[in-house]
Each structure stands twice: as structure tokens, then as C-alpha cells.
């Protein structure tokens, strides 16, 4: 069982999740990054170019909380660029120092809702961190509003060199590769809504529904009817 709430961290989601015996856990490419609880452990999700699937490592069965950070906030409370982590799932002592990791884990483990207790760090943290790059709300705004990446960097006064760079560290991989996966989030809110894939192509930017099938396809690696369970 999956529920989500807005964070008091702005931008940001808090979740939870118990997935029953038969879900994959099957996470799509969204442009986030997260802070993860599980069973005493505190990690961080990087940036997905493609759909994750837990691994045999991973129980399926355990509780999970996590604060999903909006697109490029979560380098500047992490400390990390965000290209380091692109497609990997670490222990967040891997980051930060141990013996404080060990701190705050005992205190998420002695929390009544880690879900909670998880938010309170990512917004005491998020207090004494430094800003995030103040360009990332319009190079998302800008990308998520379908301008593509030319009429982006000359938009914000940065080369297309520049925005790349920004991107990587923001983002965790450069505009293209986010303007895709923002493009992804929104067809698929649509074709969730009932919008006929058709339609949905032509009103998110593809070319033709072939074009969305094939992108559905590369990020989330199972075709769009089967993503939506119909």
C-alpha cells in the first residue's frame, strides 16, 4: 500500500509504502530524487534515466518511508552532485559521516512515524544547507512547458554548454534526458486520466503515438498498456 502527502519541505513529498507480495516496486523516471527509510536504514535514491526495479537484495515486504525531493533540490541538502548518484541507490553513510548517519538512523528506528521523523531531518537539514542553484525552477518550468533545450539556455542567459553543466549537477544528467522524462510524467498523467494514447501523444509533444510507445518503452521498459494495467 502506497500514500503520499506534500511535504512542509517545499517542493518536496513524503511517502510511504508496505508493498504487497505481487508488486515489482517498479519506480519510473521523474526528475527526483529521495531520502529513504527502510528497517533501520536511512539511503538516498539518485536520479532514474530508467524504470527501477528492486532487487533480490531488497524486501519487498518492508516497511519503506522516503521524502522525495522536487527536480534539482535535493543536490544542495545532500552536498552531492547530483550526477554521482544517477541510476545507483546508496546508504546515505556513504555521504555523510558514519558515526552521524548511526545518529540519526537510531532515531528514526525510535520514532513513532518514520515517515514524520524523516520529514523533520530532510527540514532541519534543508535550514542549515545552502540554496539550490537558482536557475533550476526555470530550467524545469521551461522544459516541462515542452520548450526545447536552445530556447531554454537562451531564455535563462546560459550556452547550451553551461545549461548542460548546470543540468548534470542539478539533475543529475543534462537537458535532453530531463525534458524527456518530464515529457514521460506528463503523458502518463494523461493516459492514467482516460486521455486516449493518441491524444496524449499529440498534446504532450510527441510526434505520433508510435513515437510515445517507443519512449514509454526505453525509460519504463514495458509498453504503455501494460504500465497502466489495461
Known amino acids: ?18 508493498p504487497s507480495g505481487s508488486d515489482t516496486g517498479l519506480v519510473l523516471p521523474d526528475g527526483c530524487m529521495d531520502l ?23 524486501d519487498l515486504s518492508a516497511r519503506w518511508a522516503g521524502v522525495r525531493f522536487a527536480p534539482g533540490t535535493a543536490p544542495a541538502f545532500l552536498g552531492v552532485p547530483a550526477h554521482e548518484l544517477r541510476d545507483r541507490r546508496v546508504d546515505l553513510a556513504d555521504l555523510w559521516p558514519a558515526a552521524r548517519v548511526r545518529r540519526l538512523a537510531a532515531r528514526m528506528n525510535a520514532a513513532a512515524d518514520p515517515a514524520l521523523g524523516l520529514e523533520e531531518l530532510a527540514l532541519e537539514r534543508a535550514a542549515r544547507s ?5 536557475m533550476v525552477p526555470g530550467i524545469v518550468a521551461a522544459l516541462n512547458g515542452g520548450r526545447p533545450v536552445a530556447e531554454t539556455a537562451d531564455e535563462l542567459g546560459l550556452s547550451a554548454r553551461q545549461l548542460h553543466r548546470r543540468s548534470l549537477t542539478a539533475f543529475g544528467y543534462g537537458p535532453k534526458t530531463l525534458a524527456r522524462v518530464l515529457r514521460l510524467q506528463r503523458a502518463l498523467a494523461l493516459a492514467r486520466g482516460g486521455v486516449p494514447f493518441a491524444d496524449t501523444a499529440a498534446r504532450t509533444g510527441y510526434a505520433d503515438q508510435a513515437h510515445l510507445a517507443r519512449e514509454v518503452r526505453e525509460l519504463a521498459g514495458r509498453p504503455l498498456g501494460r504500465l497502466l494495467g489495461r
Not at 500500500?1 to 508496505?18: N, P
Not at 529513504?36 to 532514474?48: I, N, Q
Open 1 to 18: 500500500m502506497y500514500a503520499e502527502r506534500a511535504s512542509r519541505l517545499t517542493g518536496a513529498v513524503v511517502w510511504t509504502t508496505i
Open 130 to 134: 545552502e540554496p539550490p542553484d537558482p
Open 36 to 58: 529513504l527509510w527502510s528497517e533501520g536504514r536511512l539511503m538516498v535514491a539518485g536520479p532514474d534515466t530508467r524504470a527501477y526495479v528492486p532487487g533480490q537484495a531488497e
